[in-house]
């Protein structure tokens, strides 16, 4: 298992400014992942985090919109920039230690960070 | 892309064994069933998974047909601290590859 922790845990924001969220993994591993989850809403990934690479965004998200960085195998950033009311939502980190997400492997969550936007 | 399809919400009350039903009718010949616990303010965590027949942890049982098009999660006793919302993931095809598709999931309400 893994033990994970996102900073900052919530924030309110102006429209128009970038918030950074970072996320800490006590152990290192092999695959990060960002989702957004709109509130009452289903969990929606954003992409995965390679370390050393550019990240994987899935249909809908752009690296201008979303930048991520993952400087080594415990830590990445998920940048939220230009930011509009619309992108109000919690933003949960996830791990998985395969080389490759298969079906079998589990995800280890963070616990979120709450992004308001005014 | 395997597609799961579950009911929005369930109540229950404290002491009844619940059943959570998830259709995946595309599900691939290699994928598993995953299924995940979502507590408010918290990311989702790991419940139990399996591949067919029935699955038996601390938390909860795992009940999947011959045909694995659905499964079902079983949670024996609920208490209180059981309300969440719970999902169900499967994998994306026959690569066998990322189990990150999360479903609507169900609310399950346990009453006193």
């Known amino acids: 298992s893994a033990v994970i922790s996102q900073k900052p845990s919530r924030d309110i924001c102006q429209r128009g400014t970038s918030l950074t969220i970072q996320c800490q993994v006590d152990s290192q591993v092999t695959m990060m992942f960002w989702y957004r989850q709109q509130p009452g809403q289903s969990l929606t990934l954003i992409a995965t985090a390679n370390q050393g690479s550019e990240a994987t965004y899935e249909s809908g998200f752009v690296i201008d919109k979303f930048p991520i960085s993952r400087p080594n195998l415990t830590f990445s950033t998920l940048t939220v920039s230009n930011m509009s009311p619309e992108d109000s939502s919690i933003y949960l980190c996830?791990?998985?230690?395969?080389?490759?997400?298969?079906?079998?492997?589990?995800?280890?969550f963070g616990p979120g960070t709450r992004l308001t936007v005014l | 892309l395997a597609k799961t399809t579950q009911p929005i919400s369930m109540d229950s009350y404290e002491g009844q064994e619940v059943n959570i039903t998830c259709s995946h009718n595309n599900i691939a010949t290699n994928d598993y069933i995953t299924w995940y616990q979502q507590f408010p303010s918290q990311g989702p965590r790991f419940i139990i998974q399996?591949?067919?027949t029935k699955v038996t942890n601390e938390v909860a049982s795992l009940f999947i047909p011959a045909d694995r098009k659905s499964s079902t999660l079983s949670l024996p006793r609920v208490s209180l601290s059981d309300t969440a919302v719970y999902y169900c993931l499967v994998g994306e095809g026959d690569t066998g590859r990322r189990a990150l598709t999360f479903g609507s999931g169900t609310r399950l309400q346990v009453q006193p």
């Open positions: 399996g591949y067919k």
């Open positions: 996830s791990v998985a230690f395969s080389q490759q997400m298969t079906t079998t492997d589990t995800q280890y």
